[in-house]
């Protein structure tokens, strides 16, 4: 292209009528929920699954159990996927909701997951109600939008229906204290939100296969 031919800045911010007007078409989650035509892409693609075992599951029952529902790779299929699903405080006793990369089991075997572990925070029912609709929801949309500053190590979360307490839970690919895990933990909290007296606690999946918490550390 000569100097002659190519095209002045401009030039270039001329937009003609017709350009404009399709400017006007386009239409976002943002601008219209239900009738947008444009979609924001993620960075990764994320799986959510569902489980409910029961208070007797075994190892075996539960993996046959965990049930993938949804990938969501775009902004507005996430929020199309979270809109029309059952909020955390509604679900069954024993119930758990799992978003992680696409290709990564929520499973302690999972290759990604072998050598790693996982931050939890625990929420009393009775005092937590539909707060943890957003605690859920605030952890999710910092994943999806690579917020950690080691945003490789992340592989997903994981909520907890329990009798007495919800639980949240980010799980990451490393399981050593060092300052990558403690940036991640210290991270989770301030996103959240979290009141500084709440404990974030760190636990290898190794421990918790092994029942123990030899090497486990809070934030």
């Known amino acids: 292209m000569t100097e002659e031919t190519r095209p002045?800045?401009?030039?270039?911010?001329?937009?003609?009528?017709?350009?404009?007007?399709n400017d006007e078409s386009l239409k976002t989650v943002f601008h219209d929920p239900k009738n947008y035509n444009v979609k924001h892409p993620l960075q990764n693609t994320w799986t959510?699954?569902?489980?409910?075992?029961?208070?007797?599951?075994?190892a075996a029952s539960w993996s046959?159990?965990?049930?993938?529902?949804?990938?969501?790779?775009?902004?507005?299929?996430?929020?199309?996927?979270?809109?029309?699903?059952?909020?955390?405080?509604?679900?069954?006793?024993?119930?758990?909701?799992?978003?992680?990369?696409?290709?990564?089991?929520?499973?302690?075997?999972?290759?990604?997951?072998?050598?790693g572990g996982k931050f939890s925070i625990q929420f009393p029912r009775n005092r937590t109600g539909e707060?943890?609709?957003?605690?859920?929801?605030?952890?999710?949309?910092t994943m999806l939008g690579e917020q950690f500053k080691y945003e490789d190590e992340i592989?997903?979360?994981?909520?907890?229906?329990?009798?007495?307490?919800?639980?949240?839970?980010?799980w990451i690919k490393s399981s050593e204290k060092n300052e990558t895990t403690?940036?991640?933990?210290?991270?989770?909290?301030?996103?959240?939100?979290?009141?500084?007296?709440l404990v974030v606690e760190f636990t290898p999946h190794g421990d918790?296969?092994?029942k123990s918490g030899e090497n486990k550390f809070t934030i």
């Open 48 to 58: 959510l699954w569902f489980d409910n075992p029961g208070k007797k599951a075994n």
């Open 155 to 170: 592989c997903g979360a994981v909520v907890s229906v329990r009798r007495v307490f919800y639980r949240v839970a980010l």
């Open 64 to 115: 046959q159990n965990l049930k993938e529902i949804v990938d969501v790779n775009t902004v507005e299929d996430f929020w199309g996927v979270h809109n029309n699903i059952v909020k955390v405080n509604h679900l069954e006793i024993s119930s758990n909701y799992h978003v992680f990369k696409k290709g990564i089991r929520p499973e302690w075997e999972d290759p990604a997951n072998a050598n």
């Open 131 to 141: 707060a943890i609709n957003d605690y859920w929801l605030n952890l999710i949309l």
């Open 208 to 210: 918790s296969a092994a």
């Open 8 to 21: 002045t800045v401009e030039e270039k911010e001329i937009e003609s009528p017709s350009e404009q007007q």
């Open 182 to 197: 403690e940036t991640i933990g210290r991270q989770l909290k301030e996103f959240l939100n979290l009141n500084s007296s």
